[in-house]
């Protein structure tokens, strides 16, 4: 039986395995938000991203209210944007103090297995890239980067129904290809 991504940050305190999954697990959203931040700096990003992953995984309280995919993604962007500010030569200031500070450099511990886990996710972009039509990739995009079903109509022009259409086909595609994402 599949783990919960909470259980499996209750366990990653202690169990490098169930840290490598959840590192696993969301790749692909610190992959395809280092992309929409800035293709320039993707490889920088992408691991701020992971980094941003591990720290959400080793800060995470499930008492506080919000699910772990929620905690992970405001580590994740803001682990990104905090390196864009250092990168542009800006101050460096919290988005969110209350997230900002459960995800600030908690850890450094990279897992072992990264070329792995780069190597799956090249494996899966490549994938997904040749399943969905160009319309539900860049909907599945904005979805996995944390917009709503409104914010990417409007970025696309689209209406929330047909935003909703694409994404259902989008995970439709994506469950018979890659399992159940």
């Not at 992959?31 to 293709?39: D, G, L, N, T, V």
């Not at 008492?63 to 994740?76: E, P, Q, V, W």
């Not at 780069?118 to 996995?144: G, I, Q």
């Amino acid at each position: 039986m599949e783990r919960s991504d909470e259980e499996l940050a209750a366990l990653a305190k202690t169990d490098k395995a169930a840290l490598a999954e959840l590192v696993s697990r969301y790749s692909f959203v610190a992959s395809a938000k280092a992309r929409a931040i800035s293709p320039e700096f993707y490889e920088d990003l992408y691991q701020e991203g992971l980094i941003g992953v591990v720290a959400a995984a080793r800060g995470y309280e499930a008492g506080k209210g919000a699910s772990f995919a929620t905690f992970a993604n405001r580590c994740i962007k803001n682990r990104m944007i905090n390196a864009v500010r250092k990168l542009d030569g800006e101050i460096t200031q919290a988005l969110d103090d209350d997230f900002e500070n459960e995800c600030a450099d908690k850890s450094e511990i990279i897992p072992d297995n990264i070329i792995e886990q780069r190597e799956r996710l090249d494996e899966m972009n490549k994938t997904m890239a040749s399943v969905l039509s160009d319309k539900e990739w860049r909907v599945f995009m904005l979805f996995s980067m944390g917009l709503g079903y409104e914010e990417i109509g409007r970025n696309l022009g689209m209406t929330e129904k047909q935003v909703n259409n694409a994404m259902q086909r989008a995970r439709k595609k994506l469950r018979a290809e890659l399992g159940n994402i």
